[in-house]
């Protein structure tokens, strides 16, 4: 019957119209609908929001990890962007730092503190299907992370965009093994984009490396390392990190460096201010790891 023939062809139409409209206005209802190049600038921002949350505490950025090989269906493979914030506090206070910092980010994330077996946790819902967590590490360390889940990798993790102009940032690889140095400046950075800004030169975070590499007695020996993140307000919150060899190391000489009281002062922790940074010396590890942090604007 031609109206039978008509009709079928009308709804034809009809459902492709409505899967064009569905494809490029609803949002993904799945995280596998939005591949890691669209989430990654989410985590980025999230991060910034988990920095400007922690405010005045000793933080360090740490490097964005891509993990691949994930299993998005039994024939396609995807990958996990994951970031994190490490924070030191007052051993005792880490429930209270969880709180704070989910009592400080969006409403709409839903940010909550339950008790677990392993202690507190914080969850939050950064949208877009990213995954917002704290917990404790170890007493007075809590690590904030937040990851894409598995997802289809696209054209990769570009990096936060953290430059003012709107322009992408590379993003930060591990550093690569240098011949000592005599100083933070002395090696070459992997990303002078990541680690300056128009607020703290790169040049001002490596001489406050320098300075804590001097009063240490301990020359750089890894490059430079930057990290970043976009602050939800404008500017971009950064770590610079160095490797300065072999624990232990004797923390005394750093305290004629601190404006004021110290941040931590722990035998084998030092962390003090330094103009707008904060400087964070861990020889908890094998290495000796010193860091210099400027956070997002007040």
Partial sequence: ?????????AWAVLLGALTWWSAREDPPTVREQRTLTQAGPVVDRALGRLVAAVGDDAWVLTVPEVERG??????????????GLDVLVAEGGERALLERVADRLPA???????????????????????????????????????DTGCRPVGDGYPGPSAAPNGSKVPPASPATPASPATSASAAPA???????????PAASVESMLDGALRALGRSARS????????????????????????????LTGLRPLAAG???????????YRSGPATVLVDGTGAQVRLSASTGCPA
């Fill in 261 to 271: 009281s110290p941040v931590v002062d722990l035998p084998e922790v030092y962390a």
């Fill in 70 to 83: 994930c299993r998005l269906t039994p024939m396609a493979d995807g990958a996990i962007l994951n970031r």
């Fill in 108 to 146: 709409d994330w839903r940010a909550g503190v339950r008790a677990g077996a392993s202690g507190p946790r914080l969850r939050a819902d950064a949208g877009e299907f990213v995954a917002v967590q704290g917990r404790v590490t170890s007493g007075g360390r809590v690590r904030f992370t937040a």
């Fill in 223 to 250: 490059a430079p390392e930057p990290v970043s993140a976009p602050c939800p307000g404008g500017g971009t919150a950064r770590t610079v990190v160095v490797s300065a060899g072999d624990a232990p190391v004797a």
């Fill in 1 to 9: 019957m031609p109206w039978l023939l008509a009709a079928t062809v």
């Fill in 190 to 200: 992997t990303s002078s984009a990541a680690a300056s800004g128009p607020a703290v």
